[in-house]
């Protein structure tokens, strides 16, 4: 009698342990799916050495894919998002140096051409001060009355169609005959073949007034000028002779195309001038000067800050002078309503 109730509580003991390991293992397994999901309970079939298709997990094999797909979507988005993004930064910045003949940042003081021409500054009694950002010695002060910079002729600097582009600030205006500022131009006189110039003067040049009458520095306008037997009014002219104008004090990017029948003149992005004339253009022989015309008579020396020149042999789309304008961070501040 003690044997059969030793027998049974063995028996007892077993299948109470039986229940409490079954009971283990399904808390275990929930504990592992839900730490790892539907996969877990697939490897340890597959550890357990069992028949693929008694193991066979169609929902793990679909999430498993569909992971795969989410991987798959989510990398080529990467890859297409960064690739067109990368592509497009590296077209704007070559776009911007394709035609390049002559570009002067004047980043540490540097006086050289970083076109890749070598038209570099050969002479230059400009005063080294800070750029548009605050930065020293990263633009150019030009005083009003004798400081300037010379760049020797060369082949390149004798384009047929061109694109002039500046980034100024402006000080203070000339007062000497025909009071014109010119921040860089080639050719003298004015009606010399292969002229051209980026400049700015007040209404007197396309007024009645004469050369003699005083200059009127509260309407002082940018213009550029391109071509053979260049005076305003005879050559490939553009500029905003009436308004808005321009405020000591203020930085401006100035820019002029001419395409050998139109020409646009933009002031911080915005399209302020068209005209149409086709001119012929001859090359000369004369140095390229920033900050005074190469005229004893006619000096117009210009009276303020350069920061950035750049030259082109080629007409920059309006896109492209948008995006110069946006390098420079200046705001658009340049309306018909200044």
């Given at each position: 009698m003690i044997r059969i109730n030793i027998m049974h509580s063995l028996i007892a003991t077993r299948i109470a342990k039986f229940y409490i390991f079954r009971h283990q293992?399904?808390?275990n397994m929930k504990s592992l799916k839900l730490l790892f999901g539907t996969f877990v309970p697939f490897a340890l079939c597959f550890t357990a050495s069992s028949p693929i298709s008694s193991c066979t997990k169609t929902q793990t094999i679909h999430d498993t894919t569909t992971?795969?797909?989410?991987?798959?979507d989510t990398t080529i988005k990467n890859i297409h998002d960064t690739t067109i993004k990368n592509i497009h930064d590296t077209t704007t910045l070559f776009d911007l140096r394709d035609g390049l003949i002559a570009y002067y940042n004047f980043d540490g003081g540097n006086l050289k051409d970083s076109s890749g021409n070598n038209n570099n500054i050969i002479f230059s009694n400009a005063t080294p001060t800070s750029d548009r950002f605050g930065r020293p010695n990263n633009a150019y002060l030009f005083d009003g009355s004798s400081s300037y910079m010379q760049v020797s002729n060369s082949a390149s600097l004798n384009p047929s169609v061109i694109t002039m582009f500046?980034?100024?600030?402006?000080?203070?205006?000339?007062?000497?005959?025909c009071h014109g500022n010119q921040i860089f131009g080639k050719g003298s006189p004015d009606n010399i073949n292969g002229f051209y110039s980026l400049r700015f003067d007040d209404p007197s040049i396309v007024g009645a007034s004469s050369c003699s009458a005083a200059a009127d520095t509260t309407k002082e306008f940018f213009y550029g000028s391109f071509g053979d037997n260049n005076p305003i009014g005879a050559g490939a002219g553009a500029g905003n002779y009436t308004f808005p104008f321009i405020h000591p004090g203020e930085w401006y990017t100035v820019a002029y195309t001419y395409d050998g029948l139109i020409s646009?003149?933009?002031v911080n992005g915005a399209l302020l001038s068209t005209a149409s004339k086709a001119v012929a253009f001859t090359p000369n022989p004369d140095d390229l000067f920033i900050g005074r015309h190469d005229s004893p008579i006619y000096p117009y020396f210009f009276n303020g800050v350069i920061d950035e020149i750049r030259i082109y042999n080629k007409v920059v789309p309006d896109e492209k002078i948008h995006a110069l304008t946006a390098l420079s961070k200046l705001k658009n501040t340049f309306s018909a309503s200044n």
């Open positions: 293992t399904q808390t992971t795969i797909r989410n991987i798959h500046a980034i100024v600030k402006v000080n203070g205006f000339y007062q000497g005959p646009k003149l933009y």
